[in-house]
């Protein structure tokens, strides 16, 4: 009996695939290397069997077409995209060591077909469905929706018995309700039908509608009430937690706007509202921290997080110095001119913008730290970008920062004095012309922080603030003259109906329709939502 055991165990070494014989991951992927599409599939459902973290990669690399054997030493490696030679970065397949870029030339491409792609889907499917990372799950689940298919249903089936995330649950359901719908078991259909009821899936609404059109075409096989009515109601269920989610998208995308409206009238709330200067060349105060973060960065292209912290405080300096410069050798000598300033400050920013046209007269993008990129996903209606959020909070603790150095510092208090009475705090020995000077420099720099955060949501140009200036005339004009609380209520209200506008009736026509509600609400409060007590408010 002994030696009969034997002998079959050396039959089956002999006679069995070399697939079988592959128990770890470099001689799995070995078995790829054949000109037979069905022997790839036996490689890939064993590949998919081995319980290693480094199998993921080379599925996925397989099913995009990034999965190589280097010609030179016959070693599988997974491409990473061309570098700025034009060169292909790779890495090892097995151990995931990053090697020399190489010319496309040197590398041979793992051919694959649909046979070959469905049996690594099923296999990357299988894995990530059984991830110990709840956000791996979820984004599996989100592939199987997007793309259902009925041969994963078994693996759905039974990834829903072992999960126990609420969340993923949900998407696991969804994704088997897209499968079900097509299924001839009546039972099943009018259950995903009801599930797909509580999602807000764009192919969900499709399919549904389908079912209705069917029916009123006269379709014998739509032809059943209950179906009907279930389509029905679910799409209806749909459609109006669709709405609410439109709104909500809205309302975050009007706060996000207005945040970025606030930062950017901020400091014109300043030069403008406490000094009377009508600045048009805030926008350049703008552009001048854009660049600045563009510099800083330049300077640290490895250390992308820390450069744009470390871009806040320099943006406000070189913005606030400028801004320094400019009111010591311009508009100290146009105060109570108002129409000189605009002219002159018109002028200023035209040199400034044709000095950035002389560095780079084309836009230069600022690459985002990671914990800036990408969103918080509720469904696929619903999702919230992390760099508008932090947009909006930003603007919040700037805000609160000027709030606190005009009400507590002893700079916030001559500030204030001189825009109630000049001449009783030049009696007092305070030296208006310098608190001139640093209140545009204060209000320039807080526009070059604004250029910071700008900065992240597009291309760094010459024309960058340009797109800013009459928006913050409005939210300063809006909120009340001078007033930071009237800045904030007037940056948040408008940017909150230019987004509600758009959808309607169109970017421009919603500018316009703004514009003119202005020029209305000011022939009725002429001082805006807060109105200052001031100097120039009381002449």
Same mark, same amino acid.
């Given at each position: 009996?002994?030696?009969?055991?034997?002998? #079959?165990?050396?039959?089956?070494?002999?006679?069995?695939?070399?697939?079988?014989?592959?128990?770890?991951?470099?001689?799995?992927?070995?078995?790829?290397?054949?000109?037979?599409?069905?022997?790839?599939?036996?490689?890939?459902?064993?590949?998919?069997?081995?319980?290693?973290?480094?199998?993921?990669?080379?599925?996925?690399?397989?099913?995009?077409?990034?999965?190589?054997?280097?010609?030179?030493?016959?070693? %599988?490696?997974?491409?990473?995209?061309?570098?700025?030679? $034009?060169?292909?970065?790779?890495?090892?397949?097995?151990?995931?060591?990053?090697?020399?870029? &190489?010319?496309?030339?040197?590398?041979?491409?793992?051919?694959?077909?649909?046979?070959?792609?469905?049996?690594?889907?099923?296999? &990357?499917?299988?894995?990530?469905?059984?991830?110990?990372?709840?956000?791996?799950?979820?984004?599996?689940?989100?592939? #199987?929706?997007?793309?259902?298919?009925?041969?994963?249903?078994?693996?759905?089936?039974?990834?829903?018995?072992?999960?126990?995330?609420?969340?993923?649950?949900?998407?696991?359901?969804?994704?088997?309700?897209? +499968?079900?719908?097509?299924?001839?078991?009546?039972?099943?259909?009018?259950?995903?039908?009801?599930?797909? @009821?509580?999602?807000?899936?764009?192919?969900?609404?499709?399919?549904?509608?389908?079912?209705?059109?069917?029916?009123?075409?006269?379709?014998?096989?739509?032809?059943?009430?209950?179906?009907?009515?279930?389509?029905?109601?679910?799409?209806?269920?749909?459609?109006?937690?669709?709405?609410?989610?439109?709104?909500?998208? =809205?309302?975050?995308?009007?706060?996000?706007?207005?945040? +970025?409206?606030?930062?950017?009238?901020?400091?014109?709330?300043?030069?403008? *509202?406490?000094? *009377?200067?009508?600045?048009?060349?805030?926008?350049?105060?703008?552009? &001048? *921290?854009?660049?600045?973060?563009?510099?800083?960065?330049? #300077? %640290?292209?490895?250390?992308?997080? @820390?450069?744009?912290?470390?871009?806040?405080?320099?943006?406000?300096?070189?913005? @606030?110095?400028?801004?320094?410069?400019?009111?010591?050798?311009?508009?100290?000598? #146009?105060?109570?001119?108002?129409?000189?300033?605009?002219?002159?400050?018109?002028?200023?920013?035209?040199?400034?913008?044709?000095?950035?046209?002389?560095?780079?007269? =084309?836009?230069?993008?600022?690459?985002?730290?990671?914990?800036?990129?990408?969103?918080?996903?509720?469904?696929?209606?619903?999702?919230?970008?992390?760099?508008?959020?932090? &947009?909006?909070?930003?603007?919040?603790?700037?805000?609160?920062?000027?709030?606190?150095?005009?009400?507590?510092?002893?700079?916030?208090?001559?500030?204030?004095?001189?825009?109630?009475?000049?001449?009783?705090?030049?009696?007092?020995?305070?030296?208006?012309?310098?608190?001139?000077?640093?209140?545009? @420099?204060?209000?320039? *720099?807080?526009?070059?922080?604004?250029?910071?955060?700008?900065?992240?949501?597009?291309?760094?140009?010459?024309?960058? $603030?340009?797109?800013?200036?009459?928006?913050?005339?409005?939210?300063?004009?809006?909120?009340?003259?001078?007033?930071?609380?009237?800045?904030?209520?007037? $940056?948040?209200?408008?940017?909150?109906?230019?987004?509600?506008?758009?959808?309607?009736?169109?970017?421009?026509?919603?500018?316009? +329709?703004?514009?003119?509600?202005?020029?209305?609400?000011?022939?009725?409060?002429?001082?805006?939502?807060?109105?200052?007590?001031?100097?120039?408010?009381?002449?």
């Amino acid at each position: 009996m002994k030696r009969l055991v034997i002998l #079959l165990g050396m039959l089956g070494v002999v006679f069995l695939p070399p697939f079988v014989l592959a128990d770890d991951l470099a001689g799995a992927i070995k078995q790829l290397d054949t000109k037979s599409y069905s022997k790839k599939v036996k490689a890939v459902n064993a590949i998919g069997e081995i319980d290693d973290p480094r199998v993921l990669d080379v599925l996925l690399a397989l099913r995009e077409g990034q999965l190589y054997i280097h010609k030179g030493n016959k070693n %599988f490696v997974i491409g990473r995209g061309e570098s700025s030679e $034009g060169l292909v970065r790779i890495v090892d397949a097995v151990t995931g060591e990053k090697l020399d870029d &190489i010319a496309s030339g040197a590398l041979s491409k793992i051919k694959i077909n649909n046979r070959v792609r469905g049996a690594a889907r099923t296999a &990357i499917s299988k894995i990530q469905l059984s991830a110990k990372d709840k956000s791996t799950r979820l984004n599996a689940v989100r592939n #199987l929706i997007k793309s259902p298919d009925d041969k994963l249903r078994d693996l759905i089936v039974a990834a829903l018995d072992n999960e126990e995330n609420s969340e993923v649950i949900k998407g696991l359901n969804v994704a088997l309700a897209f +499968i079900d719908i097509n299924s001839n078991d009546k039972k099943l259909r009018i259950s995903a039908i009801e599930v797909l @009821g509580e999602t807000v899936e764009p192919r969900a609404v499709t399919i549904l509608q389908d079912i209705l059109s069917k029916d009123e075409e006269g379709n014998s096989e739509e032809e059943d009430s209950e179906i009907i009515r279930s389509a029905e109601k679910s799409l209806e269920k749909i459609e109006s937690r669709t709405s609410l989610y439109e709104f909500i998208k =809205n309302l975050f995308f009007g706060l996000s706007l207005g945040s +970025i409206l606030l930062l950017a009238a901020i400091g014109l709330a300043i030069t403008f *509202g406490v000094m *009377g200067v009508i600045n048009m060349a805030h926008g350049e105060m703008i552009m &001048i *921290g854009a660049y600045t973060t563009f510099f800083v960065q330049q #300077l %640290f292209p490895n250390w992308v997080g @820390g450069s744009i912290l470390l871009s806040i405080p320099l943006a406000f300096l070189a913005s @606030g110095l400028v801004g320094v410069v400019i009111e010591r050798t311009i508009i100290r000598h #146009l105060y109570g001119r108002p129409l000189e300033t605009l002219l002159a400050t018109f002028g200023v920013s035209l040199i400034l913008q044709q000095l950035a046209r002389t560095y780079n007269s =084309n836009n230069v993008p600022v690459k985002a730290p990671d914990w800036l990129s990408g969103s918080w996903h509720i469904n696929s209606v619903l999702e919230f970008n992390y760099v508008h959020m932090y &947009i909006i909070v930003f603007s919040l603790i700037v805000l609160a920062v000027l709030t606190l150095v005009l009400k507590k510092t002893y700079l916030g208090l001559q500030m204030r004095a001189v825009t109630q009475n000049r001449a009783m705090a030049n009696s007092m020995g305070i030296r208006s012309s310098w608190v001139d000077a640093l209140t545009f @420099g204060l209000g320039s *720099g807080i526009a070059g922080i604004a250029g910071v955060a700008l900065s992240q949501i597009g291309n760094v140009g010459p024309n960058l $603030g340009q797109g800013y200036i009459i928006d913050s005339f409005m939210v300063v004009v809006f909120g009340g003259v001078g007033n930071l609380l009237g800045t904030f209520f007037g $940056g948040v209200s408008l940017g909150i109906v230019n987004k509600f506008l758009e959808p309607q009736v169109g970017a421009v026509v919603a500018k316009i +329709i703004v514009l003119v509600f202005i020029i209305l609400f000011i022939q009725w409060r002429p001082r805006g939502l807060f109105a200052l007590k001031g100097r120039f408010v009381e002449d």
